[in-house]
């Protein structure tokens, strides 16, 4: 297994920095246990922002199919998952420090092999460091939902968003999306359903709507606090065409 948390210039690094991000860098109070995890087990299962395409079978000592989750937050959702699947290996990827430090604290205390981490931004990433049909599954919970329309150009999920997502996941991989913000769900479907390589697979709503593999998570219950109605949304990339004969 190998260690690759620090990172390095990279030369692409000034274009990436002029892409509008999905999120503004917060630094956040760390606790001293996240400050000790943060120090002492990034160097474990932290990965680098930049540097050649990800090997998971370096990294995580073995082929198994592979989830990456986006913004996860403090991390428990992500735990939870991880820890009813061992058989499957988990990258998250978070620009919080303190949900970092979180998750990390959590990946020590309940034994964990299967989760890596990225304490960065996860588009330069994805671009950089993951291949061509290497992700089983893409989640994506309760991202920023950048209620404004003025800001709506800030949410993550845009038409080349999706096809940089589409060519990472393998073919019939999985793009799993849960907001509790109804004109962002609407705005989800808009980009995926009229997007050539994604299949709609599942809508659903509330607690019902929610699949079985799907823990709660801290914002979603959040939203249910305040009253929104949570949407879960799964598509599927679509199969490449079969090339016609010549
Ligand atoms: C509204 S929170 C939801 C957190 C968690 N998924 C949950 O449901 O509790 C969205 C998170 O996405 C993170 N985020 C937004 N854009 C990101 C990006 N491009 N790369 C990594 N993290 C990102 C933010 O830092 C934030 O913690």
Known sequence: MTVEHIATPHPDTESFSRRIRSFIRREGRLTVAQTRALNELMPRFGLAAQGPGLDPAEIFGRMAPLTLEIGFGNGESLLD???AAPEQDFIGIEVHRPGVGHLLLGIEQRGLTNIRVLNDDAVPFIQQRIGSGQLDRLLLY???PWHKARHHKRR???????????ERLKPEGMWHLATDWANYAEHMRAVLDAHPDFTAEHQGTGEAGRPAWRPETKFERRGIRLGHQVF???????LDQPQSPS
């Open 232 to 238: 879960d949304l799964i598509y599927q990339r679509t």
């Open 142 to 144: 309760f991202p920023d």
């Open 156 to 166: 993550i999920v845009q038409p080349e968003f999706a096809t940089l997502i589409a």
């Open 81 to 83: 998952m991880a820890q």
